[in-house]
């Protein structure tokens, strides 16, 4: 990939952030991590003084929980936003935390040596990227031999929920079709395995990641299903009936009916999948 096609990616990536940049989606991306920490980070963890490089780090939702988890590890995490690292470090501060290093920049162009890292990890990155192959390849560049990748992805095709609705299937489908349309991928879950093995990663391993909600679980059903889920698809209103994706009656009715499985006897089930490997 020539430097100026890698230059008007990642351009594309940071302007066409298919959930935006508001305060209700800072507010969601924090929600998300807090709520779902344990689901995601209970078994990562990294050995004192290893240098772990995280991607696409954001505003820090992730970044801190990586921090807590390994106080002895060096993080260096990057992100392309110059705004969104300003939030992070304000997080990162007021958590007390002080061994993550910030740095902007650009995955397809990454300021590192090769064999730089001991471990890399990226977490709702490769969904947003038109050739997430070519991201793992500049990736694997940066991590040393014998060095791991994680990487956690959701699947929006994974969802489903009680009481059925086909209306608010279509809003959920209306976001898969908009991530498409700015050439990423909601259902990249379920391609983490073969594209970490075609980007010549062994000892390649999928864990799925289920996220089962229901009111036995209120910390879930207003962190996860009302804050995260809910409001992720909520988000691509205007878009949705801009492109004539789905009519208003219709999106009214299917966000009704995804409000409605939060109630007392609704359930709601989303899968993540959690791949590690080695270069």
Same mark, same amino acid.
């Given at each position: 990939?020539?430097?100026?096609?890698?230059?008007?990616?990642?351009?594309?990536?940071?302007?066409?952030?298919?959930?935006?940049?508001?305060?209700?989606?800072?507010?969601? !991306?924090?929600?998300?991590?807090? @709520? !779902?920490?344990?689901? %995601?980070?209970?078994?990562?963890?990294?050995?004192?003084?290893?240098?772990?490089?995280?991607?696409?780090?954001?505003?820090?939702?992730? /970044?801190?929980?990586?921090?807590?988890?390994?106080?002895?590890?060096?993080?260096?995490?990057?992100?392309?936003?110059?705004?969104?690292?300003?939030?992070?470090?304000?997080?990162?501060?007021?958590?007390?935390?002080?061994?993550?290093?910030?740095?902007?920049?650009?995955?397809?162009?990454?300021?590192?040596?090769?064999?730089? %890292? &001991? *471990? $890399?990890?990226?977490?709702?990155?490769?969904?947003?990227? *038109?050739?997430?192959?070519?991201?793992?390849?500049?990736?694997?560049? +940066?991590?040393?031999?014998?060095?791991?990748? /994680?990487?956690?992805?959701?699947?929006?095709?994974?969802?489903?929920?009680?009481?059925?609705? &086909? #209306? #608010?299937?279509?809003?959920?489908?209306?976001?898969?079709?908009?991530?498409?349309? !700015?050439?990423?991928?909601?259902? $990249?879950?379920?391609?983490?395995?073969?594209?970490?093995?075609?980007?010549?990663?062994?000892?390649?391993? +999928?864990?799925?990641?289920?996220?089962?909600?229901?009111?036995?679980?209120?910390?879930?059903?207003?962190?996860? @299903?009302?804050?995260?889920?809910?409001?992720? +698809?909520?988000?691509?209103?205007?878009?949705?009936? @801009?492109?004539? !994706?789905?009519?208003?009656?219709?999106? #009214?009715?299917?966000?009704?009916?995804?409000?409605?499985?939060?109630?007392?006897?609704?359930? %709601?089930?989303?899968?993540?999948?959690?791949?590690?490997?080695?270069?």
């Amino acid at each position: 990939m020539g430097s100026k096609q890698r230059e008007a990616q990642s351009n594309t990536v940071q302007r066409e952030y298919v959930h935006g940049y508001s305060e209700r989606e800072l507010t969601r !991306l924090y929600d998300q991590a807090n @709520t !779902l920490a344990q689901l %995601f980070h209970h078994d990562t963890v990294y050995p004192p003084w290893s240098e772990v490089l995280e991607v696409g780090c954001g505003v820090g939702a992730q /970044t801190v929980h990586l921090a807590r988890n390994s106080p002895d590890a060096q993080i260096t995490a990057i992100d392309i936003s110059e705004t969104a690292l300003a939030t992070a470090r304000v997080l990162l501060e007021h958590a007390g935390l002080r061994n993550v290093r910030l740095l902007k920049a650009d995955l397809f162009a990454l300021p590192f040596p090769s064999d730089r %890292f &001991d *471990h $890399i990890f990226v977490c709702f990155v490769l969904e947003h990227l *038109h050739d997430p192959l070519a991201a793992l390849a500049c990736l694997k560049r +940066v991590l040393k031999p014998g060095g791991s990748i /994680t990487v956690i992805e959701g699947d929006h095709g994974s969802t489903y929920f009680y009481p059925r609705s &086909d #209306a #608010a299937l279509q809003t959920i489908q209306c976001l898969i079709e908009i991530q498409a349309r !700015l050439n990423g991928n909601a259902l $990249i879950g379920r391609e983490l395995f073969p594209l970490l093995t075609r980007a010549g990663f062994t000892s390649v391993q +999928v864990v799925p990641r289920m996220v089962y909600v229901d009111s036995s679980k209120p910390h879930l059903v207003e962190g996860f @299903t009302r804050n995260t889920f809910i409001a992720m +698809v909520e988000g691509v209103r205007d878009q949705a009936l @801009t492109v004539n !994706l789905i009519d208003v009656d219709t999106w #009214a009715r299917g966000i009704a009916d995804l409000y409605r499985t939060t109630e007392r006897d609704g359930t %709601f089930c989303y899968t993540f999948f959690k791949a590690t490997a080695v270069k």
